[in-house]
């Protein structure tokens, strides 16, 4: 079973009707929506699931706070906040019920945090502020953090220590996603000055991706297969979904274009290990910006697979049948 999660007022779970694998490459799956509700405020947002069914997000409480959430067994866990902070995000969840993100606001500036039980710390790499966006299985993290100088570097923490996996002082590189693996994916400002999405080992050999054509292009996830999805302009100079292949220190492959939904622009944002991508495309004439469904060469609005739902702007995917 596949889940998707996608940002709403209120947070709701897609769950992918049980159908043999060679069936979801050659029909439309169907999804049933659940509303996870809300910490008690008015607003509700998902970010990560785990092949468990256990979401994190944010949530606003009674009192109108913004609070990262884990959602399991059916009921919705306040995480609470850093010390200071008033108030905190949770981005992403592995399959040990982690919850990594960040937490500021109040007397602090912007933490990454680990939550496993608590919510420790996980400083920064000299500077302000951090950011903590993915976590693996075996608790290895990656996301962002000013350094002294004040550029945003990549960073890999175990939840004990931050490694920086950007050597050049004076550029920025933001991590987005780590599979479990320890291959890191996201975004670096390349020599010429224009953002490309990147993906390392362990701080190793950088391989930039390139575009689709275009200027610019940015990863936001990388399955255990090593598969990458993101986005990129296209030499027309719109943006589009990609799926790229990572294979460690010999470098990686070039990138495919997904296509739209009929409009002009389209931005990949999860992929689990079987291959099928999630993001938001706008329609033809760019009515409307909807999430997509890319499995087997077809990207589905994932609003036709929904009857009778409202819009749903952007979905995650689980990683199954990672195990």
Do not use: C
Request: no cysteine; glycine share 18%; proline share 3%.
């Amino acid at each position: 079973m596949k889940t998707i999660h996608p940002f709403l007022h209120r947070a709701f779970l897609l769950a992918l009707a049980l159908l043999p694998a060679s069936l979801i490459h050659a029909q439309a799956p169907q999804y049933v929506v659940q509303d996870l509700g809300t910490l008690g405020g008015a607003f509700s947002q998902t970010n990560g699931v785990n092949n468990a069914g256990q979401v994190t997000g944010s949530s606003t409480t009674a009192g109108g706070a913004l609070h990262a959430f884990i959602y399991s067994a059916g009921g919705m866990i306040d995480l609470g906040t850093l010390p200071g902070a008033d108030f905190s995000q949770g981005f992403s969840i592995n399959n040990l019920g982690q919850v990594v993100g960040y937490s500021g606001g109040g007397s602090i500036s912007n933490h990454g945090f680990l939550y496993s039980g608590g919510m420790p710390d996980l400083g920064t790499l000299g500077g302000t502020s951090s950011e903590a966006h993915s976590i693996n299985d075996a608790g290895q993290i990656t996301g962002w953090s000013y350094v002294a100088g004040g550029y945003t570097h990549a960073f890999l923490s175990s939840g004990a220590s931050m490694t920086d996996l950007w050597s050049p002082a004076d550029s920025s590189s933001i991590g987005e996603g780590i599979n479990n693996n320890g291959f890191i994916t996201g975004t670096y400002r390349s020599t010429n000055g224009m953002d490309h999405a990147f993906a390392t080992y362990q701080g190793g050999v950088v391989t930039d991706f390139g575009t689709l054509g275009g200027t610019t292009s940015r990863a936001y996830a990388i399955n255990n297969a090593g598969q990458v999805t993101g986005s990129s302009l296209t030499a027309a100079g719109f943006e589009h979904a990609f799926r790229g292949q990572y294979y460690g220190e010999s470098g990686g492959g070039s990138l495919v274009d997904l296509g739209t939904l009929g409009g002009t622009s389209s931005v990949g944002y999860s992929i689990n290990t079987m291959g099928p991508i999630v993001g938001r495309s706008y329609t033809t004439g760019n009515g409307a910006l909807r999430a997509f469904l890319y499995s087997g060469g077809t990207m589905y609005d994932v609003n036709n697979l929904i009857p009778g739902t409202a819009s749903v702007p952007k979905p995650i995917i689980n990683r199954q049948p990672d195990q």
